[in-house]
T-cell receptor
Framework: NAGVTQTPKFRVLKTGQSMTLLCAQD?????MYWYRQDPGMGLRLIHY???????AKGEVPDGYNVSRLKKQNFLLGLESAAPSQTSVYFC???????????FGPGTRLTVL | AQTVTQSQPEMSVQEAETVTLSCTYD???????LFWYKQPPSRQMILVIR??????QNATENRFSVNFQKAAKSFSLKISDSQLGDTAMYFC?????????????FGTGTRLKVLA
């Protein structure tokens, strides 16, 4: 039981490049989330999904897209990376009761 | 809209002593969850303790306990017998029960340093 995994763990991009962050969970959770963490700002929700094939915007969705084609996977895409997207990205999952979120180990992304 | 406020950006405590981290929140919901998460230097987010709003009894997990004051919308975390391994960022979080509030709302965190 791996819980929530994220790929990659680190990445450096140049401005304008694109990339996809992959999140996978093996707990059969309905809900999945993508957050970014910046110093002094806590965790801010980018996008979330309440089930396969459904996604919704969070607090800071601009510049990101997501897809949930399979229940266990939640992908976060950056179409044209900007330095302002330099951050640590966390994926999380939960049941519909939301009594606990389970987090992945995070991805540190640097955009030069 | 729900908000979570942690007013102490940094705190320090001597090893073996007790420290309390503060958290206040705002919501119009009557039932909800409150959480404290720990983020050590490894960056992994770890659930420390959870409180369900309809339960009047304060949650306790070993050396960690909360003081939940529903009317005051306050949810503080007390760490007893502090250990060096407690050094971490601590985040307070809220999750509501309804379809409009199923997002988790996090505070900005308190950085705790335990001193030897």
């Amino acid at each position: 039981n791996a819980g929530v995994t994220q790929t990659p763990k680190f990445r450096v991009l140049k401005t304008g490049q694109s990339m996809t962050l992959l999140c996978a969970q093996d707990m059969n959770h309905e809900y999945m989330y993508w957050y970014r963490q910046d110093p002094g700002m806590g965790l801010r929700l980018i996008h979330y999904s309440v089930g396969e094939g459904t996604t919704a915007k969070g607090e800071v969705p601009d510049g990101y897209n997501v897809s949930r084609l399979k229940k266990q996977n939640f992908l976060l895409g950056l179409e044209s990376a900007a330095p302002s997207q330099t951050s640590v990205y966390f994926c999380a999952s939960s049941t519909p009761r939301r009594e606990e979120q389970f987090f992945g180990p995070g991805t540190r992304l640097t955009v030069l | 809209a729900q908000t979570v406020t942690q007013s102490q950006p940094e705190m320090s405590v001597q090893e073996a002593e007790t420290v309390t981290l503060s958290c206040t929140y705002d919501t119009s919901e009557s039932n909800y969850y409150l959480f404290w998460y720990k983020q050590p230097p490894s960056r992994q987010m770890i659930l420390v303790i959870r409180q369900e709003a309809y339960k009047q009894q304060n949650a306790t997990e070993n050396r960690f306990s909360v003081n939940f004051q529903k009317a005051a919308k306050s949810f503080s975390l007390k760490i007893s017998d502090s250990q060096l391994g407690d050094t971490a960022m601590y985040f307070c979080a809220f999750s509501g029960p309804s379809v409009l509030t199923y997002k988790y709302i996090f505070g900005t965190g308190t950085r705790l340093k335990v001193l030897a």
